[in-house]
């Protein structure tokens, strides 16, 4: 007990922080981490815009919304640290669909490529590995971390970037690259959802790094 409240007192003190939401060289929109706001960071960078706040992931799990599916909730009260099917919802509103991969099937991003053409990326989850994280499972809070991975178009070819909240920015890999990363963490029981648009939305209007949104 006495550990969450430290937690808790050491992060409310920074919670007027905001986000940092930056756009690299390449153009590619990014934010950095805020608190346990992985999850809402994780869908505006593959989304590549400012959508969603720490408020609008508050509104889909009202608690009319949880009532209703009680499967829609944080896993960590106050830190924001996102269930699935809160990333699946707001993907939703966004115009988008994921879906979650089994990760007893061999990964192949050509694969997924080919089964889906207008592909945005994925979105990631896996055990986090940051000393707030840790001290977190300590506190019988368990903690994993969501990511992004966006595929955008630059200079005729299409680019893959690793969208980490957690790091300083955006890192843009190869195709042989992002496949490795995804296989081992699926290795590692890592989560993985292929997102693609299902609707016209803010998604569309991000489809190249060059834009600025």
Same mark, same amino acid.
């Given at each position: ?88 919802? +707001? ?6 669909? *994921?879906?979650?991969?089994?990760? &007893?099937?061999?990964?192949? /991003? !050509? %694969? $997924? ?53 957690? +790091? ?6 190869? *195709?042989?690259?992002?496949?490795? &990363?995804?296989?081992?963490? /699926? !290795? %590692? $029981? ?24």
């Amino acid at each position: 007990v006495r550990m969450r409240e430290l937690l808790v007192t050491s992060w409310s003190s920074t919670s007027a922080i905001a986000a940092r939401r930056v756009r690299s060289r390449q153009g590619v929109y990014f934010e950095r981490q805020r608190l346990m706001r992985c999850g809402v960071h994780a869908v505006n960078n593959i989304l590549q815009a400012d959508i969603f706040s720490a408020a609008d992931f508050d509104d889909i799990i009202h608690p009319e919304l949880r009532a209703l599916d009680p499967s829609i909730s944080y896993k960590t009260p106050f830190f924001g640290n996102s269930d699935a099917s809160v990333l699946v919802l +707001a993907l939703q509103r966004a115009g988008c669909a *994921a879906t979650f991969l089994d990760r &007893r099937k061999p990964f192949s /991003l !050509a %694969a $997924q490529e080919d089964a889906a053409p207008a592909l945005l990326g994925f979105v990631l989850n896996s055990r986090s590995a940051s000393l707030f994280s840790r001290a977190m499972r300590l506190a019988g809070m368990g903690s994993r971390h969501w990511l992004a991975v966006r595929r955008l178009p630059v200079r005729g070819a299409d680019m893959y970037y690793w969208l980490d909240s957690a +790091a300083s920015g955006p890192e843009c890999l190869t *195709a042989q690259e992002v496949e490795g &990363r995804i296989q081992a963490l /699926l !290795a %590692a $029981q890592g989560e993985v959802a292929v997102v693609v648009p299902s609707a016209p939305g803010p998604a569309a209007s991000s489809s190249s790094a060059s834009n600025t949104a």
